[in-house]
């Protein structure tokens, strides 16, 4: 059985939109549902820009594979459009659609294009486990599950 309701889009969220964070609360808003944990593995990086990390697909495969951990949400078009206005797509971060590792599904996730344009994310401090600010519940979580 799917955890997507007609007309609902999931998504995979990693930084300031978690719970505990700075703009969950646009979730709220948003009546995103929380479909659990879950993380997304490829070729990826996670880069502190400050206040907020960004994945940044890397685009090489010479380099290993990293996951990134996260919250799934399903939303509706609607709350997928004020998604899109906050995380500044396409202009500034894309969305795009992979594969989640636990709960194996389909789910928009938020990235840099790689190393390229006008964000040189190798000035960045890279994010260790491309975990961000955990709550302790998520840390538990990713413990239980030897991913942080």
Not at 2 to 23: D, E, F, H, P
Not at 125 to 141: I, M, Y
């Amino acid at each position: 059985m799917s955890i997507q309701a007609k007309g609902t889009v999931r998504v995979l969220v990693y930084g300031s939109l978690k719970q505990g964070c700075g703009n969950h609360t646009l979730m709220e808003r948003i009546g995103a549902k929380w479909l659990g944990y879950d993380s997304i593995t490829g070729d990826f990086g996670m880069v502190s820009l400050g206040g907020f990390p960004g994945v940044v697909r890397r685009g090489s495969s010479s380099d290993p594979l990293q996951t990134i951990l996260g919250e799934l949400y399903s939303t509706d078009e609607e709350g997928l459009a004020s998604l899109d206005m906050l995380e500044g797509h396409p202009n500034w971060y894309e969305r795009r659609k992979y594969r989640t590792d636990l709960l194996d599904m389909r789910a928009w996730m938020y990235t840099f294009p790689g190393g390229q344009g006008y964000l040189d994310t190798t000035r960045y401090d890279q994010v260790d486990g491309c975990l961000w600010l955990p709550t302790v519940d998520e840390q538990d979580f990713w413990d239980k599950h030897n991913a942080a």
